[in-house]
Protein backbone atom coordinates (compact mmCIF):
# COMPACT_ATOMS: atom_id res chain seq x y z
CA UNK A 1 0.00 0.00 0.00
CA UNK A 2 2.61 2.12 0.87
CA UNK A 3 4.74 1.87 -1.90
CA UNK A 4 1.72 2.47 -4.26
CA UNK A 5 0.64 5.59 -2.37
CA UNK A 6 4.34 7.17 -3.47
CA UNK A 7 3.86 5.68 -6.66
CA UNK A 8 1.07 7.98 -7.04
CA UNK A 9 2.63 11.28 -5.78
CA UNK A 10 5.60 10.59 -8.13
CA UNK A 11 2.94 10.23 -11.15
CA UNK A 12 1.04 13.50 -9.86
CA UNK A 13 4.41 15.00 -9.65
CA UNK A 14 5.39 14.36 -12.97
CA UNK A 15 2.70 15.56 -14.88
CA UNK A 16 2.84 18.77 -12.91
CA UNK A 17 5.62 18.97 -14.25
CA UNK A 18 4.88 18.44 -17.41
CA UNK A 19 2.82 21.01 -17.40
CA UNK A 20 4.34 23.46 -16.16
CA UNK A 21 6.57 22.57 -19.03
CA UNK A 22 3.97 22.72 -21.54
CA UNK A 23 2.91 26.03 -20.25
CA UNK A 24 6.30 27.88 -20.48
CA UNK A 25 6.97 26.44 -24.11
CA UNK A 26 3.45 27.49 -24.69
CA UNK A 27 4.76 31.02 -23.47
CA UNK A 28 8.50 30.93 -25.18
CA UNK A 29 6.52 30.03 -28.40
CA UNK A 30 3.94 32.75 -28.32
CA UNK A 31 6.87 34.87 -28.06
CA UNK A 32 8.85 34.27 -30.35
CA UNK A 33 5.90 34.76 -32.97
CA UNK A 34 7.75 38.60 -32.59
CA UNK A 35 11.46 39.84 -33.24
CA UNK A 36 12.93 41.10 -29.65
CA UNK A 37 12.81 44.76 -32.04
CA UNK A 38 8.97 44.44 -32.60
CA UNK A 39 8.24 43.72 -28.84
CA UNK A 40 10.59 46.80 -27.86
CA UNK A 41 8.80 48.73 -30.68
CA UNK A 42 5.78 47.65 -29.76
CA UNK A 43 5.30 46.99 -33.10
CA UNK A 44 2.79 43.91 -32.46
CA UNK A 45 0.17 46.66 -30.57
CA UNK A 46 -0.91 48.38 -33.81
CA UNK A 47 -4.41 47.55 -34.93
CA UNK A 48 -4.75 47.34 -38.91
CA UNK A 49 -5.96 50.78 -39.05
CA UNK A 50 -2.67 51.91 -37.15
CA UNK A 51 -0.56 50.01 -39.60
CA UNK A 52 -2.66 51.99 -42.94
CA UNK A 53 -1.50 55.38 -41.02
CA UNK A 54 -4.72 56.02 -38.51
CA UNK A 55 -3.50 57.44 -35.59
CA UNK A 56 -4.98 57.18 -32.21
CA UNK A 57 -5.10 60.27 -29.66
CA UNK A 58 -2.53 62.28 -28.53
CA UNK A 59 0.17 61.38 -30.90
CA UNK A 60 3.45 63.40 -31.62
CA UNK A 61 5.74 63.98 -34.08
CA UNK A 62 8.26 62.41 -31.97
CA UNK A 63 6.44 58.76 -31.69
CA UNK A 64 7.57 57.17 -34.76
CA UNK A 65 6.45 53.95 -33.51
CA UNK A 66 3.55 54.52 -35.42
CA UNK A 67 3.48 54.30 -39.65
CA UNK A 68 1.56 57.71 -39.52
CA UNK A 69 4.33 59.25 -38.07
CA UNK A 70 7.42 57.12 -39.22
CA UNK A 71 6.38 57.10 -42.79
CA UNK A 72 6.30 60.96 -43.32
CA UNK A 73 9.24 62.08 -45.64
CA UNK A 74 12.34 62.39 -43.37
CA UNK A 75 13.07 66.13 -44.39
CA UNK A 76 9.02 66.85 -43.25
CA UNK A 77 10.03 65.06 -39.95
CA UNK A 78 13.24 66.76 -39.37
CA UNK A 79 11.82 70.06 -39.65
CA UNK A 80 8.19 69.08 -38.05
CA UNK A 81 10.69 67.62 -34.59
CA UNK A 82 12.87 71.16 -35.28
CA UNK A 83 9.78 72.84 -34.75
CA UNK A 84 8.38 70.92 -32.12
CA UNK A 85 11.24 71.20 -30.18
CA UNK A 86 11.03 75.13 -30.03
CA UNK A 87 7.11 75.68 -29.70
CA UNK A 88 7.95 73.44 -26.53
CA UNK A 89 10.28 76.30 -24.77
CA UNK A 90 6.92 78.29 -25.65
CA UNK A 91 4.44 75.66 -23.60
CA UNK A 92 3.10 74.12 -27.25
CA UNK A 93 2.73 70.93 -28.29
CA UNK A 94 2.39 69.49 -31.87
CA UNK A 95 -0.10 66.57 -32.29
CA UNK A 96 0.16 64.83 -35.16
CA UNK A 97 -3.78 64.12 -36.16
CA UNK A 98 -3.09 62.45 -39.31
CA UNK A 99 0.54 62.23 -41.21
CA UNK A 100 1.37 59.41 -43.77
CA UNK A 101 -1.68 57.76 -45.05
CA UNK A 102 -1.66 53.97 -46.86
CA UNK A 103 -3.71 54.24 -50.26
CA UNK A 104 -6.87 52.35 -48.99
CA UNK A 105 -6.88 54.59 -45.59
CA UNK A 106 -6.89 57.33 -48.22
CA UNK A 107 -9.52 55.82 -50.21
CA UNK A 108 -11.51 54.93 -47.06
CA UNK A 109 -11.66 58.90 -45.79
CA UNK A 110 -12.71 59.49 -49.28
CA UNK A 111 -15.52 57.57 -49.27
CA UNK A 112 -16.34 58.75 -45.93
CA UNK A 113 -16.17 62.17 -47.19
CA UNK A 114 -18.50 61.49 -50.24
CA UNK A 115 -20.85 59.97 -47.60
CA UNK A 116 -20.54 62.99 -45.82
CA UNK A 117 -20.79 66.19 -48.46
CA UNK A 118 -23.21 64.78 -50.38
CA UNK A 119 -21.04 64.35 -53.80
CA UNK A 120 -17.42 63.96 -55.32
CA UNK A 121 -17.03 67.53 -56.21
CA UNK A 122 -17.67 68.66 -53.06
CA UNK A 123 -15.55 65.91 -51.05
CA UNK A 124 -12.55 67.14 -53.24
CA UNK A 125 -12.93 70.23 -51.37
CA UNK A 126 -11.17 68.46 -48.40
CA UNK A 127 -10.04 65.00 -49.35
CA UNK A 128 -7.67 64.05 -52.12
CA UNK A 129 -8.17 60.47 -53.95
CA UNK A 130 -4.82 57.58 -53.34
CA UNK A 131 -3.33 58.94 -56.08
CA UNK A 132 -3.11 62.92 -55.25
CA UNK A 133 -3.04 63.37 -51.91
CA UNK A 134 -0.11 64.18 -50.07
CA UNK A 135 -0.59 62.29 -47.25
CA UNK A 136 -0.40 59.19 -49.15
CA UNK A 137 3.59 60.36 -50.21
CA UNK A 138 4.35 61.28 -46.96
CA UNK A 139 4.09 64.72 -48.03
CA UNK A 140 1.74 66.03 -45.65
CA UNK A 141 0.51 66.47 -41.83
CA UNK A 142 -2.58 67.70 -39.83
CA UNK A 143 -1.43 69.38 -37.06
CA UNK A 144 -3.01 69.87 -33.49
CA UNK A 145 -4.31 71.79 -31.16
CA UNK A 146 -5.43 75.00 -32.33
CA UNK A 147 -2.54 76.42 -30.33
CA UNK A 148 0.21 74.64 -32.32
CA UNK A 149 -1.51 75.39 -35.64
CA UNK A 150 -1.37 79.15 -34.12
CA UNK A 151 2.32 78.79 -33.44
CA UNK A 152 3.67 77.28 -36.72
CA UNK A 153 1.32 79.74 -38.34
CA UNK A 154 3.18 82.50 -37.22
CA UNK A 155 6.86 80.62 -36.81
CA UNK A 156 6.46 77.89 -39.78
CA UNK A 157 8.17 79.68 -42.63
CA UNK A 158 10.96 79.71 -40.66
CA UNK A 159 11.66 75.96 -41.04
CA UNK A 160 9.63 75.49 -43.91
CA UNK A 161 6.56 74.38 -42.79
CA UNK A 162 3.67 76.12 -44.75
CA UNK A 163 0.02 75.78 -44.42
CA UNK A 164 -1.18 75.05 -47.64
CA UNK A 165 -5.04 75.66 -48.01
CA UNK A 166 -6.85 78.55 -46.79
CA UNK A 167 -9.89 75.71 -45.10
CA UNK A 168 -7.22 73.64 -43.90
CA UNK A 169 -5.15 75.76 -40.88
CA UNK A 170 -3.91 71.96 -39.12
CA UNK A 171 -2.18 70.82 -43.55
CA UNK A 172 0.89 71.62 -43.44
CA UNK A 173 3.69 70.58 -45.97
CA UNK A 174 7.05 71.36 -46.07
CA UNK A 175 8.71 74.24 -48.72
CA UNK A 176 12.17 74.76 -47.92
CA UNK A 177 12.22 78.03 -50.29
CA UNK A 178 9.73 79.54 -47.69
CA UNK A 179 12.88 79.66 -45.18
CA UNK A 180 14.20 82.58 -47.07
CA UNK A 181 10.96 83.59 -48.78
CA UNK A 182 8.52 83.16 -46.92
CA UNK A 183 5.57 80.76 -47.56
CA UNK A 184 3.72 81.47 -51.23
CA UNK A 185 0.28 82.55 -51.35
CA UNK A 186 -2.25 79.74 -50.16
CA UNK A 187 -5.07 78.02 -52.03
CA UNK A 188 -8.51 78.27 -50.89
CA UNK A 189 -9.33 74.36 -51.05
CA UNK A 190 -7.41 71.45 -52.33
CA UNK A 191 -9.71 71.69 -55.48
CA UNK A 192 -7.81 74.76 -56.32
CA UNK A 193 -4.47 72.91 -56.54
CA UNK A 194 -2.85 72.14 -59.71
CA UNK A 195 -1.89 68.61 -57.72
CA UNK A 196 -5.27 67.64 -57.36
CA UNK A 197 -6.19 67.51 -61.11
CA UNK A 198 -4.62 64.49 -62.55
ZN1 LIG B 1 -3.98 67.16 -44.54
Redesign the pocket.
Known amino acids: MKHRASTRTTTRRTLGLLVITAAVAGIVHQTSVFSVGEVLRGDHRLTTAEKGGSLPGQVTVFDDQYPGVANLEPELLKALRQAATDAADDGVRFYVN?GWRSPEYQRKLLRDAVAKYGSEKEAARWVATPETSP?VSGN?V?IGRSDATAWLSENGARYGLCQIYAN?PW?YELRPQAITDGCPPMYPDPSHDPRMRR
Open positions: SHADEH
